[in-house]
């Protein structure tokens, strides 16, 4: 007999981190292998931070706190989002927990009944309908393709709502295809969940900080202040600044909600670690012009790889507006062979052939629920960018 639960056959390992190790174990065998799979800067956490962390250690700040957190860490959160957002969170309607991941996993476990439906629009982060599927809701993908530019548009928002949605996640810019919402198109989506009380918004906001050309983030609940009282407002320190090891995501909405969710952290993780939370109050309320620097570095990279990829045959690539991923099409290769005489049948055949013949890890689309595609994380340093597109360019061009 198995020792493992059924609630496991519902869910995939992350195949990111699947490919990751992949690249990791043919680099070890000696190949020469560029990862372009894994969703972190390769910046380090910036010295002030890493600072506090160690003043606080020194200060013996080494014990238990409050489920969510510190008090200094949520008024710093509570200000984050009245600086950055408009948004005026109590300090009993923020959630602080071990990444945005835990987060989203406390609410879903906290709200969701069996069969309670939750609307992923397509491509999307693997952990939403996984998550769903832990706490037995059911996900139901819209898929958004390239020509809506990967985003859910208000008809498939509406023909998608029935009396069992329970959710609806949006995440901009979204994770695989930096694609981001404009504050129009947001608009158009809660015109139309205001017609449905009973869908509470997961807004994934963890790239806020990773837009570029001037782009202009906002979130949900401030485009539509009726939706604050129904939505989860995500956000995290992983990503903007550099501190994806220190796990530490937060979230503000609905006190009960919150009440909920510190119930299910309780009986986990009790709360993430007293040096993390110490270390975020420098990030939030510490300087922020790293953030530019390396947003300069982003776009650049951005461009250069969009660019590239647009010259191989048969890819093709929109330019996303943030986040540090981009999500071309593989449609123009399949159907070809590759110099070994392999037929190119999907997405995952592509990456394999990337990574097999010519040492570049990416993540095929299939993970992500939108194929033919395969994602690129571009937070990696631009020499091996330049090296890996001109290796993906060659692979193009000797498929016939
Ligand atoms: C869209 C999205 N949301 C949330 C997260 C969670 O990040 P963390 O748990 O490190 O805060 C990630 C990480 O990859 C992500 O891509």
Not at 18 to 23: E, F, L, N
Not at 170 to 179: K, R, V
Not at 293 to 316: C, T, Y
Not at 317 to 342: H, I, M, N, Q, W
Request: charged letters at 20%; proline letters at 6%; glycine letters at 8%.
């Amino acid at each position: 007999m198995s020792p493992l639960a059924k609630r496991l056959d519902r869910i995939q390992p992350s195949l990111s981190l699947a490919v990751t190790q992949r690249a990791a174990e043919l680099k070890a065998a000696g190949a020469d292998v560029i990862a372009l799979a894994l969703g972190e800067p390769d910046f380090d956490t910036p010295d002030h931070i890493k600072r506090a962390a160690i003043a606080a250690i020194e200060r013996g700040e080494t014990n238990y706190t409050p489920i969510h957190g510190t008090l200094e860490l949520r008024e710093a959160i509570a200000e984050k989002f009245k600086r950055d957002n408009d948004l005026v969170y109590k300090l009993d309607e923020i959630a602080v927990g071990c990444g945005g991941k835990q987060i989203i996993y406390n609410a879903f476990m906290a709200s969701i009944n069996p069969g309670d439906e939750v609307i992923v629009p397509a491509p999307y982060w693997l952990s939403y309908p996984d998550i769903t599927l832990l706490a037995e809701g059911n996900p139901v993908i819209v898929p958004c393709p390239a020509e809506t530019g990967f985003r859910l548009g208000p008809e498939a928002l509406e023909r998608a709502i029935t009396p069992k949605t329970r959710w609806l996640v949006l995440n901009s810019p979204g994770n695989p295809t930096g694609a981001a919402y404009t504050r129009a198109e947001l608009r158009a989506l809660a015109d139309v969940l205001l017609k449905h009380p009973q869908v509470q918004i997961l807004s994934d906001d963890i790239y806020e900080h990773l837009v570029y050309d001037d782009f202009e983030f906002t979130t949900v609940a401030q485009v539509e202040p009726a939706l604050f009282d129904r939505t989860l407002t995500l956000n995290g320190v992983s990503k903007a600044y550099c501190m994806t090891g220190w796990r530490l995501g937060f979230a503000g909405g609905p006190a009960e909600l919150i009440q909920g969710m510190s119930k299910v952290q309780s009986q986990s993780t009790t709360h993430t670690s007293s040096i993390s939370q110490a270390a975020s109050v420098e990030a939030l309320n510490g300087p922020h012009d790293f953030i530019a620097k390396h947003n300069r570095v982003f776009k650049e990279r951005r461009d250069l790889v969009v660019e590239a990829i647009n010259r191989a045959p048969g890819l093709e690539c929109a330019t996303p507006e943030g986040a540090f991923y981009v999500y071309p099409s593989c449609a123009g290769t399949l159907g070809k062979r590759t110099p070994d005489g392999k037929l190119i049948e999907n997405d995952e055949d592509f990456v394999t052939y990337l990574l097999e013949s010519h040492g570049v890890a990416a993540v095929q689309g299939t993970a992500y629920g939108l194929a033919p595609h395969f994602r690129i994380s571009y937070a990696t340093s631009t020499e091996l960018l330049e090296e890996a597109c001109s290796r993906i360019l060659r692979a193009c061009e000797g498929l016939s």
